[in-house]
């Protein structure tokens, strides 16, 4: 199989992206076991807390290749066997100090770019063919909007995106994600910049998403996301 063989194979489900957020310790993942649902980065991580699992995984960060304990939990989600959507350039650049994944039947390579205008300064894009491209920065969430949209999922939730990155010192607790030791530190400079971005790149995929006929909805139970629709994750499940 190839990932052009996902194109429209989802049509007329919908599917949720699973971020790593304090709030998915709130979150009722028991009643999301029928759902399609991505899993992302260290979601492996959750499995100890619940019987729930992904039916997707997406990876496209930088961290799963440079810190081992990131690549072992984006490995346990390839040895699963669910289909992989892992960016390109995991496997075209060479260097000792990083990790690379081997080559697998449900790995599925993503050309990930960034749209950056003269200046060098990413914007905001929505490929429409994700098997040629996918436009990518700051998040996967932006990753995962396009490919999945693609695969012919619509709607498409996000849970679990709280924002509100707040800063910490190393060896302390993680207050923006719901593993404690989920990053090693962040800077108030860091947090700012990170939040400011995020708020940028959202409020651009919102604007997007209508216009190519994507219904986006944020289903996070809290958080500082207010750029999409909000929708109860409750009611959604219930429907």
């Not at 799963?64 to 650049?93: E, H, Q």
């Not at 709280?162 to 947090?191: N, T």
Request: glycine letters at 6%; a negative charge; one cysteine or more.
């Amino acid at each position: 199989m190839k990932l052009a063989d996902f194109k429209d194979k989802y049509k007329g489900y919908r599917a949720f992206f699973i971020g790593n957020g304090p709030s998915i310790k709130e979150t009722p993942l028991h009643l999301m076991k029928d759902e399609y649902c991505f899993g992302t980065n260290r979601v492996c991580q959750l499995y100890e807390h619940t019987d729930w699992r992904p039916t997707h995984y997406i990876a496209v960060t930088g961290n799963n290749m440079r810190m081992k304990d990131w690549f072992v939990d984006m490995m346990k989600a390839v040895d699963s066997g669910i289909p992989c959507f892992l960016t390109k350039w995991y496997y075209m650049f060479h260097n000792e100090a990083l990790y690379y994944p081997p080559r697998r039947e449900n790995i599925f390579p993503i050309n990930t770019k960034k749209y950056l205008d003269k200046e060098g300064k990413a914007l905001i894009a929505w490929s429409k063919d994700a098997s040629d491209k996918v436009f990518q920065s700051r998040t996967v969430s932006m990753s995962f909007l396009q490919l999945a949209y693609w695969m012919g999922f619509n709607p498409l939730y996000l849970v679990g995106c709280d924002m509100g990155y707040k800063s910490f010192e190393k060896d302390k607790p993680d207050p923006s994600h719901w593993m404690e030791d989920y990053e090693v530190e962040r800077s108030e400079e860091d947090a700012i910049r990170e939040n400011t971005n995020m708020i940028r790149l959202h409020a651009g995929m919102a604007m997007l998403a209508p216009m190519v006929g994507a219904k986006v909805y944020n289903a996070t139970i809290g958080g500082e996301l207010e750029t999409y629709p909000r929708v109860d994750i409750y009611e959604v499940l219930n429907e």
